[in-house]
T-cell receptor, first 116, second 114 residues
Framework: EAGVAQSPRYKIIEKRQSVAFWCNPI?????LYWYQQILGQGPKLLIQ????????DSQLPKDRFSAERLKGVDSTLKIQPAKLEDSAVYLC??????????????FGEGSWLTVV | AQSVAQPEDQVNVAEGNPLTVKCTYS??????LFWYVQYPNRGLQFLLK??????LVKGSYGFEAEFNKSQTSFHLKKPSALVSDSALYFC????????????FGSGTRLQVQP
């Protein structure tokens, strides 16, 4: 079974520029998550989708971050304009339906962003 | 609100010795607890989880974890550490009501010396 795919793996941009990250979840997984992991910290949830609907985006900085999952499969996370403090690893993850809290969440390799 | 505390930033252990990485949690309702490992420049890799039932959970690579409801803890253990176990370990929790996404601790770096 293929895992969660993410691209690009690494990106360096200047502040105020924009960047987009792409994620393809494990086949059949209805729930998709984007987490932000700042160096030295644990991952923090940015947004959670079930199919193509948003379940939780309470911690997404909506003035600069946006995410979509138009067809209920792939997802894109965009940052515009980027700030220095956005330098982090952006982790995409997926799981089966949200209804069962026991479902395992599987993570991709992450997209490493450096803002200079 | 749900939260996880990993009180040790780093744990050092000699190869062949037992290891313990500590985790305590706070959550509404029944807890669902997870351990993940992260190797350098890699994503999070699932190790094991507690849903219900036996308090001792066995997972990948010889790791196990003990759920203690009265102490709200879920410590990760391994009887005999390997140098290759050196990595960053994260404990995470989710409840069965309200927010269903995982909340992570700050991580514990495990260093196994040869």
């Amino acid at each position: 079974e293929a895992g969660v795919a993410q691209s690009p793996r690494y990106k360096i941009i200047e502040k105020r520029q924009s960047v987009a990250f792409w994620c393809n979840p494990i086949s059949g997984h209805a729930t998709l998550y984007w987490y932000q992991q700042i160096l030295g910290q644990g991952p923090k949830l940015l947004i959670q989708f079930q199919n193509n609907g948003v379940v939780d985006d309470s911690q997404l900085p909506k003035d600069r971050f946006s995410a979509e999952r138009l067809k209920g499969v792939d997802s894109t996370l965009k940052i515009q304009p980027a700030k220095l403090e956005d330098s982090a690893v952006y982790l995409c993850a997926s799981s089966r339906v949200t209804g069962s809290s026991g479902n395992t969440i599987y993570f991709g390799e992450g997209s490493w962003l450096t803002v200079v | 609100a749900q939260s996880v505390a990993q009180p040790e930033d780093q744990v050092n252990v000699a190869e062949g010795n037992p290891l313990t990485v500590k985790c305590t949690y706070s959550v509404s309702g029944n807890p669902y607890l997870f351990w993940y490992v992260q190797y350098p420049n890699r994503g999070l890799q699932f190790l094991l989880k507690y849903i219900t039932g036996d308090n001792l959970v066995k997972g990948s690579y010889g790791f196990e974890a003990e759920f203690n409801k009265s102490q709200t803890s879920f410590h990760l253990k391994k009887p005999s550490a390997l140098v290759s176990d050196s990595a960053l370990y994260f404990c995470a929790v989710r409840g069965d009501t309200g927010r269903r996404a995982l909340t992570f601790g700050s991580g514990t770096r495990l260093q196994v010396q040869p």
